[in-house]
T-cell receptor, first 111, second 114 residues
Framework: AQTVTQSQPEMSVQEAETVTLSCTYD???????LFWYKQPPSRQMILVIR??????QNATENRFSVNFQKAAKSFSLKISDSQLGDAAMYFC????????FGSGTQLTVLP | ETGVTQSPTHLIKTRGQQVTLRCSSQ?????VSWYQQALGQGPQFIFQ???????GRGNFPPRFSGLQFPNYSSELNVNALELDDSALYLC?????????????FGPGTRLLVL
């Protein structure tokens, strides 16, 4: 069975600084997708970034980028120039047909 | 906004009752997945529907059932409600193509079972 582990239940970052959220996963599949979703207090799950496992190049979306290490089964999210609106629960997820989520990292952004 | 809608937003039921939750997919999407998110946890996969057929199921008992309609909207039905069914229920829609299937979530239905 696939598992996703987020070892940081809580993280904090100063506004305008950079923070990295960690994620590891376990799978025997070779083709899969990895995602980071953000869930603010409104509870709406919002897609942040997506990575295809067959692509070596790390995905980037504006201030959000990933460090994908396929051999190590690691998929971390870097948020640059953190903003107050980035405060939320962040979930790492693995996908082959359906999503398997980690337990989440609560990110606080300090003004 | 993802274009995925869910109703109702909140619901209170008592143990043993039945509940139906509804989801409207984003336009053009043909796949709907349902997830249960207990407080303080990540979402857990319940099942997925593709073109009106169940296409994968997580570790949930048969009292959790679903439907997908020709317009790709979907229902989640839960019979004989238990206290542990209290959770946020999330619906996600996607377009199944050649393996790539990013899921977009609705705002969820919060169910409280008393």
């Amino acid at each position: 069975a696939q598992t996703v582990t987020q070892s940081q239940p809580e993280m904090s970052v100063q506004e305008a600084e950079t923070v990295t959220l960690s994620c590891t996963y376990d799978t025997s599949e070779s083709d899969y997708y990895l995602f980071w979703y953000k869930q603010p207090p409104s509870r709406q799950m919002i897609l942040v970034i997506r990575q295809e496992a067959y692509k070596q190049q790390n995905a980037t979306e504006n201030r959000f980028s990933v460090n994908f290490q396929k051999a190590a089964k690691s998929f971390s999210l870097k948020i640059s120039d953190s903003q107050l609106g980035d405060a939320a629960m962040y979930f790492c997820a693995y996908m082959v047909r359906q999503l398997t989520f980690g337990s989440g990292t609560q990110l606080t952004v300090l003004p | 906004e993802t274009g995925v809608t869910q109703s109702p937003t909140h619901l209170i039921k008592t143990r043993g009752q039945q509940v139906t939750l509804r989801c409207s997919s984003q336009s053009g999407h043909n796949t709907v997945s349902w997830y249960q998110q207990a407080l303080g946890q990540g979402p857990q996969f319940i099942f997925q529907y593709y073109r009106e057929e169940e296409n994968g199921r997580g570790n949930f008992p048969p009292r959790f059932s679903g439907l997908q309609f020709p317009n790709y909207s979907s229902e989640l039905n839960v019979n004989a409600l238990e206290l542990d069914d209290s959770a946020l229920y999330l619906c996600a829609s996607s377009l199944r193509t050649m393996g790539e299937e990013t899921q977009y979530f609705g705002p969820g239905t919060r169910l409280l079972v008393l």
